[in-house]
């Protein structure tokens, strides 16, 4: 008990919006630059709910949310109902990292809903981000563009130890989700000794290179929607022509729409361009039950109506703490992934992979290369460590959680780290899940399972089969009898 009395002595209640009952927040005060303690200073916040049980584990739950530069408070309301078995007798623990949330926040503007002419334009995105450096720079604590060299990964897993050792906590169990895997591990190669057990939902491993890697996945994925279509009867009736639709419209690029704003309502219009169209699309590919409607949306993109895949491309942007400290979001990828991108090309050489550039057959694998590139080129680089970069074997049980259908941290990823783990890794892969695990059929109750075990050979024995019969959410079907009609005729004509 003499653990909970201390969180009760370094915490106060607070009430946190979208959460019904009190909880206990805190904060702990870390240096800017870890090497001039005496200089200035961050306030690092974190909030606590408490275990329900009187009987309390002394091991805590601490989530490390993705992005990176989402807030792990503000994803307290949709998270908490996942680790309701967990939270009966171990505190949940949500900290926010430095440079998100109400830790120094490095935010940008708000671009949901700017105008579609701009959302998606690359130019536009880094003039964008050359105004908030120049805000950021001067912004309380930071005196310089140079102040933002501290925002890595391993030097916020220091923070997340202070928050621990304030806790009173002598080990903790970590719940990562996509970036937050890798905080996770990396807080697990900097500090085993406090690293009870450890669940990674959606792997990034440090060495995957954030940007570049997402291309080819988000192709895999987009490449497995066309097949799955065209495997299906129900979906190849609706849309015998998908592929070709598809090549049709990168094919009619550039070209000015007309069309209504998902989030405002009005009819704007745009410049439609290979970077926009592929934008729109790859955001839907994170959730099957998104992804599902991609092949209506594409079938009427091609017809010239976009409001179906515009209204596809904001549905995850609208979701409760999905916003993102885009100064963090950068701060972190420029020094971790930036020196490991591809040289930027000139134009009309050769791509930024270095080999010809992608035909229509694989448009995705170039697409958010270019945004980095020029982002990371004026935006200030912090450095890690080389070790940084590799995985140690695992001195805990870690379960790793990958979805087959994910564009971003497929399993190929989670195979990698699990093998550098060793033998106190369980990859568990769900066939029909996209990105993000904890949230999906019996997964949550399988993570309660790992954690809850009484010791590593327990818990890396959980039984995950329930998760192998999930199944992929079907293509929506139109409602509309003459699009319903065209199709048919057009199934019918192909047959002659």
């Given at each position: 008990?003499?653990?909970?009395?201390?969180?009760?002595?370094?915490?106060?209640?607070?009430?946190i919006?979208?959460?019904?009952?009190?909880?206990?927040c805190?904060?702990?005060?870390?240096?800017?630059?870890p090497?001039?303690?005496t200089?200035?200073?961050?306030?690092?916040?974190?909030?606590?709910?408490?275990a329900?049980?009187?009987?309390?584990?002394?091991?805590?739950?601490?989530?490390?949310?993705?992005g990176?530069?989402?807030?792990?408070?503000?994803?307290?309301?949709?998270?908490?109902?996942?680790?309701?078995?967990?939270?009966?007798?171990?505190?949940?623990?949500?900290?926010?990292?430095?440079?998100?949330?109400?830790?120094?926040?490095?935010?940008c503007?708000?671009?949901?809903?700017?105008?579609?002419?701009?959302?998606?334009?690359?130019?536009?995105?880094?003039?964008?981000?050359?105004?908030?450096?120049?805000?950021?720079?001067?912004?309380?604590?930071?005196?310089?563009?140079?102040?933002?060299?501290?925002?890595?990964?391993?030097?916020?897993?220091?923070?997340?130890?202070?928050?621990?050792?304030?806790?009173?906590?002598?080990?903790?169990?970590?719940?990562?989700?996509?970036?937050g895997?890798?905080?996770?591990?990396?807080?697990?190669?900097?500090?085993?000794?406090?690293?009870?057990?450890?669940?990674?939902?959606?792997v990034?491993?440090p060495?995957?290179?954030l940007?570049a890697?997402?291309?080819?996945?988000?192709?895999?994925?987009?490449?497995?929607?066309?097949?799955?279509?065209?495997?299906s009867?129900?979906?190849?009736?609706?849309?015998?022509?998908?592929?070709?639709?598809?090549?049709?419209?990168?094919?009619n690029?550039?070209?000015?729409?007309?069309?209504?704003?998902?989030?405002?309502?009005?009819?704007?219009?745009?410049?439609?361009?290979?970077?926009?169209?592929?934008?729109?699309?790859?955001?839907?590919?994170?959730?099957?039950?998104?992804?599902?409607?991609?092949?209506?949306a594409?079938?009427?993109?091609?017809q010239?109506?976009?409001?179906a895949?515009?209204g596809?491309?904001?549905?995850?942007?609208?979701?409760?703490?999905?916003?993102?400290?885009?100064g963090?979001h950068f701060?972190?990828?420029c020094?971790?992934?930036g020196?490991?991108?591809?040289?930027?090309?000139?134009?009309?050489?050769?791509?930024?992979?270095?080999a010809?550039?992608?035909?229509?057959?694989?448009?995705?694998?170039?697409?958010?290369?270019?945004?980095?590139?020029?982002?990371?080129?004026?935006?200030?680089r912090?450095?890690?460590?080389?070790?940084?970069y590799?995985?140690?074997?695992?001195?805990?049980?870690?379960?790793?959680?990958?979805?087959?259908?994910?564009?971003?941290?497929?399993?190929?990823?989670?195979e990698r780290?699990?093998?550098?783990?060793?033998?106190?890794?369980?990859?568990?892969?769900?066939?029909?899940?996209?990105?993000?695990?904890?949230?999906?059929?019996?997964?949550?109750?399988?993570?309660?399972?790992?954690?809850?075990?009484s010791?590593?050979?327990?818990?890396?024995?959980?039984?995950?089969?329930?998760?192998?019969?999930?199944?992929?959410?079907?293509?929506?079907?139109?409602?509309?009898?003459?699009?319903?009609?065209?199709?048919a005729?057009?199934v019918?004509?192909?047959?002659?």
């Amino acid at each position: 008990m003499a653990a909970h009395a201390q969180v009760d002595a370094v915490t106060a209640p607070c009430r946190i919006p979208g959460l019904a009952n009190e909880v206990r927040c805190g904060m702990v005060r870390r240096p800017l630059d870890p090497t001039r303690p005496t200089g200035p200073q961050l306030d690092i916040r974190f909030m606590v709910v408490p275990a329900v049980a009187r009987r309390r584990l002394p091991d805590p739950v601490l989530l490390l949310a993705g992005g990176p530069g989402q807030s792990a408070m503000a994803l307290a309301p949709a998270v908490l109902p996942l680790f309701a078995r967990l939270n009966n007798r171990r505190d949940i623990v949500f900290v926010d990292q430095r440079g998100t949330g109400h830790s120094a926040p490095l935010e940008c503007d708000d671009t949901r809903h700017a105008p579609l002419a701009d959302a998606v334009d690359t130019d536009a995105q880094l003039v964008r981000l050359r105004r908030c450096l120049e805000r950021l720079q001067t912004t309380a604590p930071l005196t310089s563009a140079n102040d933002l060299k501290f925002f890595t990964t391993p030097i916020a897993m220091q923070d997340l130890d202070a928050v621990r050792a304030r806790l009173g906590a002598e080990r903790v169990n970590l719940v990562g989700a996509s970036y937050g895997t890798r905080a996770a591990l990396d807080y697990a190669r900097q500090f085993p000794d406090h690293v009870r057990r450890s669940v990674l939902d959606g792997v990034a491993p440090p060495d995957m290179v954030l940007p570049a890697s997402s291309g080819l996945d988000a192709q895999a994925a987009f490449d497995a929607m066309l097949a799955d279509c065209e495997h299906s009867p129900a979906c190849r009736r609706a849309h015998p022509t998908l592929r070709a639709d598809w090549i049709g419209l990168l094919a009619n690029l550039p070209k000015e729409v007309n069309a209504a704003h998902p989030l405002t309502g009005r009819r704007e219009t745009f410049t439609l361009d290979r970077d926009r169209l592929l934008g729109m699309v790859r955001g839907p590919l994170y959730a099957p039950a998104l992804a599902a409607g991609l092949p209506q949306a594409i079938t009427e993109a091609a017809q010239g109506r976009y409001e179906a895949l515009l209204g596809l491309s904001a549905a995850l942007s609208g979701r409760r703490g999905g916003s993102t400290a885009m100064g963090m979001h950068f701060s972190v990828v420029c020094a971790e992934d930036g020196p490991r991108l591809p040289p930027e090309s000139p134009a009309g050489a050769t791509s930024a992979s270095g080999a010809s550039p992608a035909p229509d057959t694989a448009p995705f694998i170039e697409h958010p290369i270019q945004l980095y590139q020029g982002a990371c080129a004026f935006w200030p680089r912090g450095s890690v460590p080389e070790a940084f970069y590799r995985v140690r074997p695992g001195s805990s049980a870690v379960l790793l959680l990958s979805g087959g259908l994910d564009p971003a941290t497929p399993p190929r990823h989670g195979e990698r780290v699990a093998r550098a783990l060793g033998p106190k890794a369980l990859h568990v892969v769900v066939p029909n899940a996209g990105h993000g695990l904890m949230g999906v059929g019996c997964v949550r109750d399988v993570m309660f399972r790992f954690i809850d075990a009484s010791d590593d050979p327990a818990a890396l024995a959980v039984d995950a089969s329930c998760v192998t019969g999930i199944p992929r959410p079907p293509a929506f079907e139109s409602v509309n009898p003459l699009a319903s009609a065209a199709a048919a005729s057009a199934v019918e004509k192909g047959a002659r």
